[in-house]
């Protein structure tokens, strides 16, 4: 799934309820398409500034520990911040991995993966990795480096199995209150772009 060498900050969003086949409607991404709005959301929410898209940004939407569907800010076209478009990217990811394609549209790539071999890649590339968590360390008093990887939770939290591959890296706590995943990644956004300069 290579293509991402000037992401400098990874979301991987782990989903438990979302469809890992084309067939859902995306007039109804909430109810029949398995809270997919949530992964919608949080994808709008890495990459979208006021007037163009993060290019230094990846994102891995993990859908059912089964199929990983990737977008690469630095390629990616098509999106827009609505959940119904990105949800359409998520469709067409899906249909292109029945057909055995490995991209669907530019910047967006699908594979048979599970939770482990995106951890595994983000580590091969150099990433550290952290788990956001309520009762993690505050982002603000953390040491973080320049190229991070952050893994969190849709609208469920992580299974026994997820909580076992996450257990060696470091927690990190975003504030007093449980947030919703979309509302964390422009959080995490907020506080790296005060630290290092955007390119």
Request: aromatic content about 6%.
């Amino acid at each position: 799934m290579g293509m991402g060498e000037e992401t400098r900050r990874a979301f991987v969003i782990v989903g438990h309820t979302q469809p890992t086949t084309p067939d859902f409607t995306l007039n109804d991404l909430p109810g029949s398409a398995g809270r997919l709005d949530v992964l919608a959301r949080c994808v709008t929410a890495a990459f979208c500034l006021s007037h163009g898209l993060r290019k230094d940004v990846e994102v891995f939407l993990v859908l059912r520990d089964e199929v990983v569907v990737r977008f690469v800010g630095a390629r990616l076209k098509r999106l827009n911040p609505d959940e119904r478009s990105t949800g359409a990217l998520i469709k067409h990811a899906l249909q292109a991995l029945q057909e055995g394609r490995a991209q669907s549209t530019p910047g967006v790539a699908v594979a048979r993966w599970g939770l482990g071999e995106v951890l595994q890649e983000l580590r091969s590339r150099g990433f550290s990795l952290y788990v956001l968590d309520e009762g993690g360390e505050d982002i603000r008093e953390a040491d973080l480096a320049a190229r991070n990887a952050f893994v969190l939770s849709d609208h469920r939290n992580f299974t026994p199995e997820e909580e076992t591959l996450l257990q060696e890296y470091p927690k990190l706590s975003l504030g007093p209150r449980v947030l919703h995943a979309d509302h964390c990644i422009p959080i995490v956004h907020n506080e790296l772009d005060r630290r290092f300069s955007p390119e």
